[in-house]
């Protein structure tokens, strides 16, 4: 009865220093997320900054092109003034919703630290949400993009849809479908304990 009672002991505390490590792991990589977030915050404003500031000067020449050199080949690509606002418009909604994804992730990582586990509820909420947005980036920026070229007067219609996007939601959405699972079975153990 006593090495039982031991051995018991000795196995909890062994998972107690597990979950001090993962609580660890899980908080330095919440402020990673945080500054990628916080680093995507300002990307946005530099998008809109850099749209209008590259938007403008085709109103003030008579042609209707911007010239944009490519510093990877060293070429020069000109964009026409509904070019670059119909890119602007795509890259920021991209990375807008990008920003809710870290921001879903940091939710993510700072309830191990206050549940001490992450199989709650509200995680599988947050992934399935995390899924949905995934799937929004595969489609809305682009076509958003293409809306607006159609409204400025392109009228060539070209929707994409990125399929790489797609298989990343659909990954993260059987994550959720695992974490729901998760959140069953720890709650089964609370129940016997």
Request: glycine share 4%; aromatic share 8%.
């Amino acid at each position: 009865m006593i090495n039982h009672q031991a051995s018991t002991h000795f196995g909890r505390k062994r998972i107690m220093i597990e979950n001090t490590k993962l609580i660890k792991t899980c908080n330095t990589t919440r402020r990673i997320v945080k500054g990628l977030r916080i680093f995507l915050y300002v990307v946005i404003a530099i998008f809109i900054v850099a749209s209008v500031l590259m938007y403008l000067p085709a109103f003030r020449e008579y042609t209707a092109s911007i010239p944009v050199e490519d510093t990877l080949t060293n070429t020069e690509i000109t964009y026409t003034r509904d070019e670059v606002l119909a890119k602007g418009t795509w890259a920021i909604s991209a990375v807008a919703i990008g920003s809710v994804v870290m921001l879903l992730c940091e939710r993510i990582l700072g309830t191990v630290n206050t549940e001490n586990t992450p199989f709650v509820a509200e995680n599988v909420r947050r992934l399935k949400i995390m899924s949905v947005l995934m799937a929004v980036i595969s489609v809305v920026p682009s076509w958003l993009a293409q809306i607006v070229s159609f409204i400025l007067g392109d009228r060539n219609l070209l929707m994409e849809v990125e399929l790489g996007m797609l298989m990343i939601a659909l990954v993260i959405w059987c994550l959720a479908l695992i974490f729901e699972y998760g959140v069953t079975l720890q709650q089964r153990e609370d129940e016997t304990l």
